[in-house]
Nanobody, 124 residues
Framework: QVQLVESGGGSVQAGGSLRLSCGAM????????MGWFRQAPGKEREGVAR?????????SESVKGRFTISEDNAKITLSLFLQMNSLKPEDTGMYYC????????????????WGQGTQVNVSS
């Protein structure tokens, strides 16, 4: 069982930076993958970045080189972060933290636990 709460969204001009945080309470061995997803108005949710329990990371092509995912592990709580630099207007959307058990593929399908989301707005 996992509970996720995101924070850190806001409004920023293009070229600026934001740091998203996700607080996670993890009970038992219920997850080996965590990631960030986003959904722009009128578009489908898409994967942004993920990190697996062995520390490996993966990014979508659209954010590679600009975003960095990281985590800070504790015994039953952990924090997931997304450092977003060189933001572009197309990065605007609701950003969701997710946790799941499986192959750690950066896809929206499958059984995942989702946070409530935090809004990111990037103006030109």
């Amino acid at each position: 069982q996992v509970q996720l709460v995101e924070s850190g969204g806001g409004s920023v001009q293009a070229g600026g930076s934001l740091r998203l945080s996700c607080g996670a309470m993890v009970y038992g061995y219920s997850t080996n993958c965590m990631g960030w997803f986003r959904q722009a108005p009128g578009k489908e949710r898409e994967g942004v970045a993920r990190i697996s329990s062995d520390g490996s990371t993966s990014y979508s092509e659209s954010v590679k080189g600009r975003f960095t995912i990281s985590e800070d592990n504790a015994k039953i709580t952990l924090s997931l972060f997304l450092q977003m630099n060189s933001l572009k207007p197309e990065d605007t959307g609701m950003y969701y933290c997710a946790a799941w058990w499986g192959s750690c593929a950066l896809v929206t399908g499958g059984k995942k636990t989702w946070g409530q989301g935090t809004q990111v707005n990037v103006s030109s």
